[in-house]
């Protein structure tokens, strides 16, 4: 039987959640060879080099360089993972694409879905996977409350609530995290964005968005929002609501997600946890769906699922368009804030079926 040589990738800005790929990376180290770690800090680079020669095969040899170009012309270099600032993932991905390479760009997206839209297109154009990198995609508690919830457990659904409240350290909120014109936005576009995909997977898409935003935390320099409430219309009929705030102490990062329906609900605590995913029938007894969810195994089934696509051909399963639609979605809420008026969203060609 003969072995498929590694999938050769580099990993391109090592900042922030650089480990949580570099560990993927280690997970699937028998189908991926992590050539090089590229940052334009060296000693990011050389950071990342430090931790993933700890979880990557004995033996491989990995560079830390601040050489994008150098990366690009490699031709025996056929995939790349962007953890870069937002304002920079159209045009890195862009020329990656036409280098021919894979990519997998981490969330979101771009600013605009006319930005998302030029990637996709130069994707399909040169031939090449490029993938959403929303590891709210690959959570295995997102996944489970989707089957059952496709398997009819909770009857109709009458309503989705999501909230994600934590205390953004003072060291995450730096650089362009503070520019709204780097960022995108503020809590909403960079980390809340994670549960308009969820509240998209578990409740489908959502045709409308009423918006309140505010800021509590000053002091962080960014010159937006950093607590949201927003209510939706979804295309199913129901209702549903993110509360979004990153100046909430008390219960570190609570994600929760509810979904309500006519026989029962569900209940999702997307970060570690016991009972992370629970079945509330409205006869009988609570059913735990799923005890266990890992974060850092959100970012190894993502870079898994990346390395099935480009291997194997399977269907990619976090697309440009869903990047996209997340990305229209947090833009009407900021207009629908602005305005004071519910913003519609009307349905469009990409929309997954
Ligand atoms: N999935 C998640 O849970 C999650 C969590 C945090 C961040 N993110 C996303 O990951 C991406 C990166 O965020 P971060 O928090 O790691 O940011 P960061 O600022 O900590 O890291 C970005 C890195 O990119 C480097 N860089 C900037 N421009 C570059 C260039 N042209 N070439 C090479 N390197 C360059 C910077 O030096 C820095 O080290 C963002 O899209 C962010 O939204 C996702």
Redesign the pocket.
Known sequence: MSIAPRTRLAL???????P?HIRAFGSQKERVELVAC????LE?AERAVELASTVMRSGDTIEAT?D?NAILKDPSITALDL????H??KE?TLTALRAGKHVLC???LALTPEDCDAMAHEARAQNRVLMH???MRTASNVVVAKQALTAGRVGTIVGIQATYAHWQSEA?NR???TRPAESGGGHLM?GAI?FVDVLRQLGGEITGVHAMTTQYRPELGAESEDTAALNFRFEGGHFGQLFASHASRGRGASPVVTVFGTEGCISVEPFDGAGSVVLFPHEGEREILLAEHNWQKT?DNEVSHFLDVIRDDVPLYSTPEDGRENIRVVLAAYESAKSGREVSLPKWGGWRR
């Open positions: 391109i800005g090592c900042g922030l959640i650089s949580a590229c940052d334009s800090r990011s601040t994008f953890c870069l600032p937002h920079i993932h890195v981490e969330k979101p990198g929303e590891n995450l650089d362009w995290r960079d994670h970012f």
